[in-house]
């Protein structure tokens, strides 16, 4: 057993798996959207705008492979192998250290993830995520066009310890792969062992909520554990409304793939000096817009 384990792994096999899961994922789901949308005909909910904005989510993800074509993909697969050459041990790609990896980068994705919530920099794109009002697989590539930025240097620390390139990037992108599934209402919740180790579409359609009580939760890509080690853990109870504290109120895509960057870039202006520029750009998400609206009324009362 621990032999099999421990047998290499071929570097091309790798990429092999990750186009194969790609691909099929993708099929698999545009299969579950096929559904949903047929289940919310029946439900007398599938309407105009629910198809206007799927299709923006899928314009958006036009978008993201477009700029990861162009840019990104280079920028990710130079910045690994260089970085390898810096490693502090040469950890040899093999099942075990795969599963190691796999667990690894699902942490790494829990302080990524939270904080694109926390830093109105990283939010202005991770924002786009979020800003459907609808919760179906369509939502699952929905994606900002930065959103390839942040992961590349939080999953650097992995690279460095000698974990191969292509063993890391494969464990991101099956992380996100698992989450693709999570984008769903057909499933309610499941056994509770599997819903206290993993993450599930109850625990995703928390996370997707701007429900006071929902804001900020439920960070975890394939394990919630983590959610609930570090204290951002919330049981679905109460019905989700989805989409942004501040709804954009459009299915437009150009509309949906830029207005985090207009809101930030509205907050940067309104900022005094650079270092109150870059307190804004730091800042949780609307921070600052909170202080100027604070600030409007006290010099401005109410009558």
Known sequence: MLENLLQPLAEMDIWAWEAFLSDWVFVISMAVLVFELMRYALMKKLGWLMLGDTVASFVTQALFIGITVLFLGTFYIVTYYTVSEFA????????????????LADLTYYWEHR????????????????????????????????????????????????FDPAVVLFSEILVQLYQTFLHTEAVRKLPKPI?????????????HGSNPEYLDRNYGGV????????GTFAEEKAKVDYGLVAPIASVNPVVVTFHGFY?????????????????????????????????????????
């Open 263 to 303: 809101r930030l870039g509205k907050e940067v202006w309104a900022a005094d000096g650079i270092a109150g520029k870059l307190r804004v750009l730091a800042a949780p998400p609307g921070e600052n817009r909170m202080k100027t609206d604070a600030k409007a009324a006290a010099l401005h009362p109410a009558e």
């Open 88 to 103: 502090l041990f040469e950890i040899e790609a093999t099942w075990l250290s795969l599963a190691v990896c796999i667990v």
């Open 115 to 162: 904080f694109t919530h926390r830093v109105a920099a990283a939010w202005a794109t991770h924002s786009v995520h979020h800003s459907s009002t609808f919760f179906n697989i369509s939502v699952a590539y929905r994606f900002g066009p930065m959103d390839g930025i942040w992961p590349v240097f939080f999953h650097i620390p992995l690279i460095l310890v000698g």
């Open 223 to 230: 394990l919630i554990v983590w959610d609930r080690m570090f």
């Open 195 to 207: 819903e206290a180790i993993f993450n599930t579409p109850s625990h995703h359609r928390v996370h």
